[in-house]
C-alpha cells in the first residue's frame, strides 16, 4: 500500500529547497538554492490540480486519483484540492465530497490502512490545509472525524498552522473569537471570481503561523509574525499560491513563473507551464 512519506525524492540538501509546482502538465520539481531559483523539471506527468506537503508527506490532487508519496495512487478517483492532516490525507472531490485518508497499521506493515472514508460535503471546494475545507459555502473544519461548519462564505483558501487563517473575495480573516477580519486589499475593486482579477486568491503560513502571506491577482501582503498588527504589500501581481521554506517565501504565478523573495528582494523564473494551481515545500 502506498504511504504518504517518501523521501527519495523530496529531501533537504545544504542550502538546496526543492519546490513542487502542480501543473495541468504534471508536477514539477524546482531547485531552491537561497534566493535563487534553479533547475527544475517534471517528478509526474499528470492533471495536477493540487499539492500538499507537510514534513515529508506529499499528497497530489490530480484529475483521475490523489497520489501519495512516490506519486501512487490510492483510489480516491478525481480530486480539486488535497491537504496532509495529521497522519493522514484530506481531499475533495469535484461534487464537494470531503474524505479522509487514514494511516493505520496494514497488513504489509506500511504504515498506510489505504481506506478512504467520506466524512462530509461542501459547496465548491477550492482549497484545503491541513483539517480546514475553504468552499464556496465558507469555512469547514475537520473535527473527530466529521466536516462541521465553521464559519464565514465565499472562503477562497484557509491556512491551518498556528492561528487560522482564511481568505474571501473581500477580507482576510484570523480565527479568533470568532472569525476577524484581518485586512482588505487595497483599492482593488471586488471581483468575485476565484483566484482571477481582484480578491483575494490564497493565505499561507509558515511551519509555526508565524510569518503569513495571503495574495490577490495584484499584490501579496506579508506579515512578519503572528504579532505583528500590520500587513505589508508587495507589488507581485499574477500569484496564484505560496508556501515558506525556512527564512524564503516561494510563490508561483498564473503566468508558470516560480518567485522567490529573501533579504529584502524577489527573484524569478519562468517555468514555461501553463495552468500552475498550487506548490508546496516538503520538509517544512
Do not use: Q
Not at 469555512?139 to 473527530?144: K, P
Not at 471570481?193 to 490564497?202: D, I, L
Amino acid at each position: 500500500m502506498p504511504t504518504i512519506a517518501e523521501k527519495r525524492v523530496f529531501t533537504k540538501r545544504d542550502d538546496v529547497v526543492r519546490a513542487l509546482a502542480a501543473s495541468s502538465m504534471g508536477v514539477v520539481g524546482v531547485s531552491l538554492s537561497g534566493d535563487i531559483v534553479g533547475e527544475f523539471g517534471f517528478e509526474h506527468r499528470c492533471d495536477a490540480r493540487d499539492v500538499a506537503a507537510r514534513g515529508e508527506a506529499v499528497a497530489v490532487a490530480t484529475a483521475e486519483d490523489v497520489l501519495v508519496g512516490d506519486f501512487e495512487p490510492t483510489g480516491h478517483g478525481p480530486a480539486v484540492a488535497v491537504s496532509v492532516a495529521g497522519d493522514g490525507v484530506l481531499a475533495a472531490a469535484p461534487d464537494g465530497t470531503i474524505s479522509l485518508l487514514g494511516a493505520g497499521e496494514s497488513d504489509d506493515g506500511d504504515g498506510n490502512d489505504g481506506a478512504w472514508t467520506a466524512v462530509g460535503a461542501v459547496d465548491d471546494p477550492r482549497r484545503l490545509d491541513g483539517r480546514l475545507v475553504a468552499a464556496g459555502d465558507g469555512v469547514h473544519r475537520l473535527t473527530d472525524g466529521e466536516l462541521e461548519y465553521a464559519g464565514l462564505d465565499d472562503a477562497r483558501d484557509v491556512s491551518d498552522r498556528g492561528v487560522p487563517l482564511a481568505v474571501t473575495g473581500e477580507s482576510l480573516y484570523t480565527l479568533g473569537n470568532g472569525w476577524m477580519r484581518d485586512l482588505e486589499p487595497d483599492g482593488e475593486g471586488a471581483d468575485r471570481s476565484v483566484r482571477t482579477g481582484a480578491g483575494f486568491r490564497c493565505v499561507a503560513a509558515d511551519a509555526d503561523g508565524e510569518r503569513a502571506v495571503a495574495a490577490t491577482g495584484a499584490a501579496l501582503y506579508e506579515r512578519a509574525d503572528a504579532t505583528a498588527t500590520e500587513w505589508v504589500r508587495h507589488d507581485e501581481s499574477g500569484v496564484v499560491d505560496a508556501a515558506f521554506a525556512g527564512r524564503h517565501l516561494v510563490a508561483v504565478t498564473d503566468g508558470g513563473e516560480a518567485r522567490v523573495y529573501a533579504d529584502g528582494g524577489w527573484r524569478g523564473r519562468t517555468l514555461g507551464l501553463p495552468d500552475v494551481r498550487a506548490v508546496a515545500i516538503p520538509g517544512e
